[in-house]
């Protein structure tokens, strides 16, 4: 499991202040659940990257576009089997 420091951190919907996120690699399951979340791939994406940090899909809206691509690109590294980037 890696750790990510947020460059920008921010309160979720819950109050909760994010600054850091634990990165876990992704099941079978969870696409099953990514799924029957979303039909479109923008929102099984949203889905899968929720589930790879820890938090709601509805709290990534007030992630950083930054903090964004960097945990995407990993996301799209490990779905592609091309290794898990160092700068998460």
Do not use: C, W
């Not at 420091?5 to 399951?29: H, N, Q, S």
């Not at 979303?38 to 899909?57: C, K």
């Amino acid at each position: 499991m890696h750790k990510y420091t947020l460059k920008f951190p921010y309160t979720t919907a819950a109050g909760a202040r994010l600054e850091t996120v634990e990165v876990r690699r992704l099941t079978r399951g969870d696409i099953r659940k990514a799924h029957q979340y979303a039909q479109d791939d923008f929102g099984q994406e949203n889905y899968l990257l929720s589930a790879m940090i820890g938090i709601v899909p509805e709290d990534l809206d007030q992630m950083d576009i930054l903090d964004s691509k960097a945990l995407v690109e990993f996301f799209r590294n490990m779905v592609d089997n091309k290794g898990e980037s160092t700068s998460v």
